[in-house]
């Protein structure tokens, strides 16, 4: 697999994120791989932020390690940088604004262009010096500036001839200039795929579900969930960007009790704000769809870095118990995947599916081959429109499987009786009726039984709460979520070192089948690895089986892994064992 990473740098407010973006549509475009993620600060204007875009002839799951090319945008570009770049790493840069002379110039390759100057030139706009280090960039990488312009004319041509022609000049002056060359020449297998972050995948799953309403109230890395939902609101479906956290889960099991497929979004304070409600949807059977994308904690934390420190909270959030489903996609075409399929689960079971993504899986760019909307099937479950039996409706029925049929509002002689309290049957609260009595008593007890039996009905019928299987090795790699591609690529490159290592990985953690995931580690050389401090799967696993993992590699500095960081990391344990 031949690839290159390009770091574009500058200052939030120079167009850091629109370049990379642009030039991610381009390799796209051009039958590429492509992975982007970004590096920001919770300001408006002003620090230092990057956009990194790996290009490659196969596919990537990570944004890779190190700098291949640098386009420096600002002298910050330079100093908080420069310890990334690897070997013979291309800079590009503007030598009227920024020095490189604390680089070493035997290390690296510098490109000096007058990017302000040139940008002024081709279309009188300061902006335009991004385009002119992109088409430089473009020609260090191989790709015919051919395709850049298509790109340009189909995302500018709306704003006019001179916008798009000014584009265009930019960037041959950059792609043409003295100097330039190829130097990487990746090649694609001219099959355009589209790019995609993982938070417009998950949203276009729940569309795909039938998700009609979804509350939120903005809070990074979420927020542009609320967004894609705002902008298809011609769509049919209801957005609502709500006053706190509290009323966008109360609006979502309002909506879900009508009968709307609803969903609510948030990072971990706001899903913290959200609890109560979430038990006020176990209590009452309701099926709602919470999506928590972790960010670095506790409290504000590390607002726009990423971490996976939020499964124990998320499986125990809420004061008794109660049956809930925990989801964690593994790369953007899985958020898409499971999204569309946590729809079905909480229809089928009648509780709560919490999908755990977080800033890495939420924000980060890959391309994909095409979503199957048109797969999606969707299961209602256990609905009635009629009452077949006589007599008042029994809402919460005491069942074998847990499982009570339900009804929508305004359905004749369907009618019951709902809320926070425990009730029997009917819905009618025990605390009113009859409190304190050997009955109350029973009924509580049976009522409670009859909702946790809901998790072994789940493991009997379904067969997605057991790990992948991804590789078989002599050591293995237990992760979850996110990390899971980057650990992928550890393995490529151990492969490739003659180590043979698998990778077991989860995606639907809670309910574990304790049976199934024992039998498949047990025995076996486990590594541990995960974007928070404590291990925290590794405890869950520990707690579900009794197996401990005594190896790991851990991580909560807020980044993201690489697949040669963990591939490193394996290493040095297999040494050592």
């Given at each position: 697999m031949a690839s290159v990473s390009i770091r574009i740098c500058g200052a939030n407010g120079?167009?850091?994120?629109?370049?990379?973006?642009?030039?991610?549509?381009?390799?796209?475009?051009?039958?590429?791989?492509?992975?982007?993620?970004?590096?920001?600060?919770?300001?408006?204007?002003?620090?230092?932020?990057w956009y990194?875009?790996?290009?490659?002839?196969?596919?990537?799951?990570?944004?890779?390690?190190?700098?291949?090319?640098?386009?420096?945008?600002?002298q910050d570009s330079i100093n908080y940088q420069k310890s990334h770049?690897?070997?013979?790493?291309?800079?590009?840069?503007?030598?009227?604004?920024?020095?490189?002379?604390?680089?070493?110039?035997?290390?690296?390759?510098?490109?000096?262009?007058?990017?302000l100057d040139i940008a002024i030139a081709a279309s009188g706009d300061p902006i335009m010096r991004n385009v002119v280090a992109i088409g430089a960039a473009l020609k260090f990488v191989g790709i015919d500036i051919d395709a850049f312009n298509e790109v340009i004319r189909g995302m500018f041509g709306r704003k006019g001839e001179a916008v798009v022609n000014n584009n265009i000049k930019a960037a041959a002056e950059g792609y043409n200039y003295n100097g330039v060359k190829t130097a990487y020449n990746i090649k694609g297998d001219g099959k355009q795929r589209y790019a995609l972050d993982g938070n417009t995948a998950l949203s276009i799953g729940a569309y795909a579900a039938g998700c009609k309403f979804y509350a939120a109230y903005p809070m990074t890395p979420a927020s542009t969930i609320l967004q894609w939902f705002a902008s298809h609101e011609n769509k049919?479906?209801?957005?609502?960007?709500?006053?706190?956290?509290?009323?966008?889960?109360?609006?979502?099991?309002?909506?879900?009790?009508?009968?709307?497929?609803?969903?609510?979004?948030?990072?971990?304070?706001?899903?913290?704000?959200?609890?109560?409600?979430?038990?006020?949807?176990?209590?009452?059977?309701?099926?709602?769809?919470?999506?928590?994308?972790?960010?670095?904690?506790?409290?504000?934390?590390?607002p726009t870095k990423t971490e996976q420190a939020d499964l124990l909270f998320v499986m125990h959030a809420s004061q008794g118990e109660f049956p809930r489903i925990v989801v964690a996609p593994r790369s953007v075409a899985d958020s898409f995947k499971v999204t569309a399929e946590a729809f079905n689960l909480a229809d089928r079971y009648q509780c709560p599916v919490i999908i755990l993504m977080d800033l890495y899986m939420s924000e980060h760019i890959e391309s994909v081959?095409?979503?199957?909307?048109?797969?999606?099937?969707?299961?209602?479950?256990?609905?009635?429109?009629?009452?077949?039996?006589?007599?008042?409706?029994?809402?919460?029925?005491?069942?074998?499987?847990?499982?009570?049929?339900?009804?929508?509002?305004?359905?004749?002689?369907?009618?019951?009786?709902?809320?926070?309290?425990?009730?029997d049957e009917f819905g009618d609260l025990i605390s009113d009726a009859f409190a304190g009595t050997d009955e109350s008593i029973e009924v509580r007890?049976?009522?409670?039984?009859?909702?946790?039996?809901?998790?072994?009905?789940?493991?009997?019928?379904?067969?997605?709460?057991?790990?992948?299987?991804?590789?078989?090795?002599?050591?293995?790699?237990?992760?979850?979520?996110?990390?899971?591609?980057?650990?992928?690529?550890?393995?490529?490159?151990?492969?490739?070192?003659?180590?043979?290592?698998?990778?077991?990985?989860?995606?639907?953690?809670?309910?574990?089948?304790?049976?199934?995931?024992?039998?498949?580690?047990?025995?076996?050389?486990?590594?541990?690895?995960e974007l928070n401090g404590t291990g925290q799967l590794a405890k869950v696993i520990r707690m579900n089986t009794g197996i401990g993992i005594e190896k790991s590699i851990l991580k909560s500095d807020g980044e993201a892994f690489t697949g040669e960081e963990i591939a490193n990391g394996i290493a040095e344990i297999i040494k050592s064992w």
């Open positions: 120079d167009g850091v994120e629109s370049s990379g973006a642009l030039v991610i549509k381009v390799a796209a475009k051009n039958g590429l791989h492509v992975f982007g993620y970004r590096g920001y600060q919770s300001i408006i204007r002003g620090g230092h932020v990194q875009i790996r290009i490659g002839d196969s596919e990537l799951r990570s944004h890779g390690e190190g700098i291949d090319i640098l386009i420096a945008l600002n770049l690897n070997q013979n790493a291309i800079v590009i840069y503007d030598p009227s604004k920024v020095k490189v002379d604390s680089l070493d110039s035997s290390r690296f390759v510098f490109v000096p262009i007058p990017l049919g479906v209801m957005p609502k960007q709500t006053e706190d956290e509290i009323a966008a889960i109360n609006m979502t099991i309002g909506a879900a009790s009508a009968g709307a497929r609803a969903m609510c979004g948030t990072s971990g304070g706001g899903f913290s704000l959200m609890v109560e409600g979430l038990g006020l949807a176990g209590m009452l059977e309701t099926p709602i769809v919470v999506v928590n994308s972790q960010r670095t904690g506790p409290s504000t934390g590390l081959e095409r979503l199957d909307v048109d797969e999606v099937v969707i299961d209602r479950g256990k609905v009635v429109t009629e009452n077949t039996g006589g007599g008042r409706f029994k809402r919460y029925l005491i069942t074998d499987d847990g499982i009570s049929q339900r009804a929508y509002p305004g359905s004749a002689g369907l009618e019951y009786v709902a809320g926070s309290d425990e009730h007890k049976k009522m409670n039984a009859k909702r946790m039996r809901k998790m072994d009905t789940m493991l009997k019928n379904e067969k997605v709460f057991v790990p992948h299987v991804d590789a078989d090795g002599g050591f293995y790699i237990v992760t979850w979520g996110s990390t899971t591609s980057p650990a992928l690529e550890a393995l490529e490159i151990l492969k490739s070192k003659g180590q043979s290592v698998g990778l077991i990985s989860f995606d639907y953690i809670l309910p574990m089948d304790s049976r199934k995931t024992s039998d498949m580690l047990k025995g076996k050389k486990l590594i541990d690895v």
